[in-house]
């Protein structure tokens, strides 16, 4: 019986200190909720709603698009920054801004792209951009590529969308090998 007390006595220490650091960090739960609930008033609503309508949104999608953000300043900063970088309408905008999880990195990317590269169809670097899980990754891939091999805006933005993670030899081959 030696044996099993000691080894209860061994796993009870690395248990203190895992229990210290949760109460610890318990306290400050209540903290993060209401700066989560403090990211989202009234003035972020009306901000969203005014810039909407000053860069040409319709007043029914402006309403609907500030409604159902999580943070509405930031779909009409990216709206506003998609319009002032590339020539696209402002619905268009106002579609790939209000549907992505990072309107803020979509703004930058149509504008890295813009500023870095000459650009023939800015709706097809706004989709491009949209379309990407991490826009601001996206945009240093296709001006790295078009810098440095040489490849047409259009060029880039096909090979950098296309790349990804490739798998390789993960199925187990059962056939022998001569």
Known sequence: MIHFSRTVQFFQWPVIPFLAGALLSAGTVPFMATAAQ??????NYAACADELLGAGV????AAIACAMAYRPT????????????ADV????ALSACSRDRRPDEVASCVT????DLGVSSSQSVLDHCHRTILPERYAACVTGIAAEVGYATED???????????PENVAPTYIPMN
Do not use: K
């Open 74 to 85: 930031e779909v009409s900063g990216c709206v506003s920054g998609v319009l002032d970088a």
């Open 112 to 115: 890295t792209i813009h500023d």
């Open 58 to 61: 319709d007043a029914d999608a």
């Open 38 to 43: 403090a990211q989202a008033t009234d003035e």
């Open 156 to 166: 880039s933005l096909a090979t950098c969308i296309a790349a990804g993670y490739r």
């Open 89 to 92: 309408t402002p619905t268009a």
